[in-house]
């Protein structure tokens, strides 16, 4: 048992490092530091630099595209992405789809589809949740009817994010209504573009369009766009859902975050003299968050040793789900903190290019936004009180 | 003991809340935001005439109707309640207040424009780089010839783009952190030498920069004794604190009324989620939270003006501060996603709630005022 990184990836840490450094489009974090919305080739440019290199899917067998890394490399990797501050890889396909088709699909639908994920040339959203079927997400309605070659599809789904930049939806629909719940559903790859697909936006707290209602009326489907046996859905679901929660924790991102923490309390003047940093309250609250973060990164190598050996992700993934959200929240409320009257001005409400004076310090300007919308951490990818009863279930068995 | 409200103070609850309940309806609400000038001015015309409100906690010999903190507390209750946006504490709870207590010419002839709704007080006590301490004066008043001439930056002056008056601190003598030194003027906001700089703030109240470049002003542009200020001004703000509280508390009920209604009506697994026992035991926690920022609040507002004053502001304020997030956090995580947009009103309310902290100071502030007082 050792903590070490061995020679190589040390190594293989500088490569990551230089390759950041070289590639990453450093105008993304310029137009996410103004607080403007992220464009779709914002987010593309990344992803491709890093799909050409054969490193936008560090997870994915090397058969489908990944670069074979070791659990540690992926662990390295992700710290570098975090230490840099890029901007995140989209999930949709590359953490979610992705591995339900390699491992449920056809031969055909790997090969028509993973391609497209690695290089981005697809973007993925995803049709999970409905107004009626939230954390009880087995009682879903959208209904798919078989006609002949085809499903026709009709429902509404709700928080799919970013799916107005997206060309294909993976859907949860119920395909035996008869059926136990969990026992009618499927799982459909449906294109956006299709005749019947009405994406609308929902607007959140911070003023951002991230997140939209998909309503789907009379959408053809093509059977073989079908993963998995009809009536499998909920299988494909289960799987993706622990795949989504391990990613979730985020411990790399909340160290980044802390960091910038420790630069703003060691800058903000207190109005006393001083700076904020110079407040006992103000630091014991930062070292518990650290600690509670050491707690969490430490609970998660441990689940990816064990995960490394073969085991896939179980049901501990909740766990750091779990910790991992609560932890991105204290740090917005932290930063929140730190802004204190500063995060009153709302700015997407300025006019954009003025050149008037600024308004508080810069970090002030996503501070309440950025604590509004990470809410919602706590609320997708199954609520944290859905976590707990698959805890107390699975690993309890109470 | 009694905890009754008068017969006059229910009356002013009702008809404010009856008045606001359509005023600011939700739809209202939101396409007053989405107005250029970010408020509907008939609101406030309203609240001074129809409904007489504004003067309801002065003195009768100030044009008021001889009521005091609790009046003020009946309103910002209804206020906070209603997620209302109106000016009513920096035009009012210290605009209002401060020229009663100054008094003197300039202040006598303003303030019954300020309670008929015509002038709009915008106070400017706190600075970039002085946080909540209103003794982090920065901004400089220099005595000229026939006057002042006024240079500094106020920050985040609530009421600023709406405002016919500033009333801002400025040091006449000693440095930034002096108690001693600190003078009160009032400025027309169309003086020449401002430069304002107008935004909402993320709740929907209407807010500025303002910088002053050696601003001209007469000699009666300055309020009280020169160089003497801190202690009304502190006054004032612990005015403010306590009707920012109560306003707070009347958000945070509506909040809850909101989320239980919610709960019991949304339906998973077959049942209203009201049923799940998790639920329920935060549901009764919040309403602990109301019930504790309500006796902070009334406690607060009847403690105002004994020389302790501070101690119990400071307690109302940093428990309110606790409360209000609790709450607003456990609202939103039972509302689940439909709580994190603009659609529903649960949100805005959250936003509300949780502006509310920084305002007048933050719990650390609080907490260290409380302190201060333990090491003497």
């Known amino acids: 048992m050792n903590l070490d990184f061995s020679e190589q990836e040390q190594a293989f840490q500088q490569e990551v490092r230089q390759f950041i450094a070289a590639n990453y489009p450093a105008a993304i974090n310029a137009r996410r530091e103004r607080g403007d919305d992220l464009r779709k080739e914002d987010y593309l440019s990344w992803h491709k630099v890093l799909a050409a290199r054969g490193w936008v899917a560090p997870g994915w067998p090397t058969d489908y595209g990944g670069p074979g890394w070791t659990a540690t490399q992926r662990y390295i990797f992700s710290e570098e992405l975090a230490r840099a501050d890029t901007v995140t890889i989209l999930p949709f396909g590359i953490q979610m789809v992705g591995p339900v088709i390699y491992t449920f699909g056809t031969p055909e639908q790997k090969a028509r589809f993973l391609p497209r994920i690695l290089s981005g040339d697809d973007w993925w959203c995803q049709g999970y949740s409905e107004p009626g079927a939230g954390s009880d997400l087995a009682s879903l309605r959208t209904r798919a009817v078989r006609e002949g070659d085809h499903y026709i599809v009709n429902g509404q789904k709700t928080w799919t994010t970013l799916a107005q930049f997206a060309d294909w939806g993976f859907f949860l629909v119920r395909t035996d209504p008869q059926a136990k719940p969990q026992e009618g559903i499927s799982f459909l790859l449906i294109d956006m573009k299709s005749p019947g697909v009405t994406v609308k936006p929902i607007i959140t707290l911070g003023g951002e369009h991230e997140v939209n209602e998909v309503f789907l009326d009379d959408v053809k489907v093509p059977v073989e766009n079908r993963i998995h046996d009809e009536n499998k859905g909920w299988t494909c679901a289960k799987f993706l859902l622990a795949h989504e929660r391990t990613g979730i924790a985020g411990v790399a991102r909340s160290k980044r975050g802390i960091a910038r923490l420790k630069q703003i309390l060691a800058a903000e003047p207190d109005g006393r003299g001083g700076v904020l940093l110079d407040n006992l309250q103000v630091r014991r609250r930062l070292v518990e968050l650290e600690m509670d973060l050491t707690a969490l990164e430490f609970t998660e190598l441990r689940t990816l040793a064990s995960a490394a050996k073969g085991k896939g992700p179980g049901p501990e993934s909740s766990l750091l789900k779990i910790k991992g959200t609560e932890i991105q929240q204290r740090l917005t409320e932290l930063v929140l903190e730190a802004a204190g009257r500063y995060a009153a001005p709302y700015f997407r409400a300025f006019p954009a290019g003025s050149n008037q004076y600024p308004i508080g310090p810069a970090f002030a300007h996503q501070a309440a936004p950025t604590y509004f919308n990470m809410r919602k951490t706590t609320i997708y990818g199954g609520s944290n009180e859905i976590q707990r009863n698959i805890i107390a279930k699975m690993i309890l068995g109470i | ?376």
């Open chain 2, 1 to 376: 003991m009694n905890f009754d409200f008068s017969e006059t103070q229910l009356m002013l609850r009702d008809s404010l809340r009856r008045y606001l309940d359509d005023a600011y309806g939700f739809e209202k609400r939101q396409a007053m935001l989405r107005s250029a000038s970010g408020r509907d001015p008939a609101i406030w015309k309203a609240l001074a005439t129809e409904l007489g409100v504004l003067g309801a906690a002065l003195p009768e010999d100030a044009g008021g109707l001889g009521g005091g903190p609790v009046d003020t507390m009946v309103l910002m209750e209804e206020f906070g309640r209603a997620l209302a946006n109106e000016p009513f504490v920096p035009a009012i709870v210290i605009g209002a207040q401060a020229l009663a207590a100054t008094g003197g010419d300039t202040a006598s002839a303003l303030l019954p424009d300020v309670l008929s709704g015509k002038a709009i007080i915008a106070p400017g006590f706190y600075e970039p780089r002085g946080r909540h301490n209103p003794a982090a004066v920065e901004t400089v008043a220099k005595a000229v010839d026939g006057g002042w001439q006024l240079s500094g930056h106020k920050a985040v002056v609530d009421a600023g783009p709406c405002a016919s008056h500033y009333l801002v601190t400025a040091r006449t003598a000693g440095s930034t952190f002096d108690r001693e030194g600190i003078s009160l003027f009032l400025i027309e906001s169309g003086a020449s030498g401002i430069v304002r700089r107008d935004y909402l703030t993320v709740d929907g109240y209407l807010a500025a920069e303002l910088v002053f470049e050696s601003v001209k002003l007469g000699k009666n542009a300055l309020l009280g004794a020169e160089g003497a200020a801190l202690d009304l001004v502190e006054k004032l703000i612990d005015h403010a604190t306590v009707a920012v509280c109560a306003e707070a508390t009347g958000a945070m009920q509506r909040l809850h009324e909101q989320t239980l209604d919610y709960a019991r009506q949304r339906k998973q697994f077959g049942r209203p989620i009201s049923d799940f026992q998790v639920i329920q035991h935060r549901l009764v926690d919040m309403l602990m939270e109301v019930e504790q920022a309500r006796s902070m609040t009334l406690m607060a507002t009847l403690r105002l003006d004994e020389p302790d004053r501070a101690r119990w502001v400071s307690e109302a304020k940093a428990k309110i501060n606790r409360a209000g997030r609790a709450l607003g956090q456990a609202a939103i995580q039972t509302h689940g996603g439909i709580g994190i947009t603009e659609e529903l009103a649960a949100g805005h309310y959250f936003k509300r709630i949780s502006m509310i902290e920084s305002r007048y100071g933050d719990l650390d502030w609080h907490c260290q005022r409380l302190e201060d007082r333990l090491t003497g």
